[in-house]
């Protein structure tokens, strides 16, 4: 019986990468020059962190941020910003946040979209942080998959281990 598996997984190098490049270009690009803004990578809470002077050069820093993580393939849609806080010397500080994995409430929506779909002989089941859907055809596989693209669901999918 074919199968694939539902994930949303965020590649970590491509966005260590991104952070990278966007330090780089706030270290050389005229107008951030002098104003100790700076980005950093904190793996182990899957969170970026964004300092700078004014609310303007913040703006200005997470559209660089954004660029960069288009240009490596990672979906916007896997980071979720935090309300820009008050820090010391008058900075602003604002969190990034890494979305991935599917949660619960993504899951059911995923569950309740393949369920819609007028197919007979698929079915889905959530594992943990990844959905498991299995049909009598590979063509209903690929309408589910086709499906869920069209979807916004919030957040970014990828489906791997095609089975047949």
Do not use: C, W
Not at 28 to 48: H, P, Q
């Amino acid at each position: 019986m074919p199968s694939f598996d539902i994930t949303s997984e965020v590649d970590m190098q491509e966005v260590r990468n991104a952070v990278d490049q966007t330090d780089r270009e706030i270290s050389t690009r005229f107008d951030f020059k002098g104003t100790d803004a700076s980005i950093e990578l904190k793996e182990k809470e899957n969170e970026i962190e964004l300092h700078a002077p004014t609310e303007d050069r913040l703006r200005a820093l997470v559209q660089v941020l954004e660029e960069k993580l288009v240009r490596r393939e990672v979906s916007l849609k896997s980071i979720s910003y935090k309300k820009a806080e008050e820090a010391a010397k008058g900075t602003l500080r604002q969190t990034v946040e890494l979305k991935a994995g599917i949660t619960q409430d993504n899951a059911k929506k995923i569950n309740k979209v393949i369920k819609d779909l007028p197919l007979k002989g698929v079915n889905s089941q959530t594992q943990g942080e990844q959905i498991r859907v299995t049909g009598k055809k590979r063509d209903d596989l690929q309408a589910v998959i086709a499906k869920l693209k069209e979807e916004d669901l919030g957040i970014p999918l990828q489906f791997g281990n095609f089975r047949d």
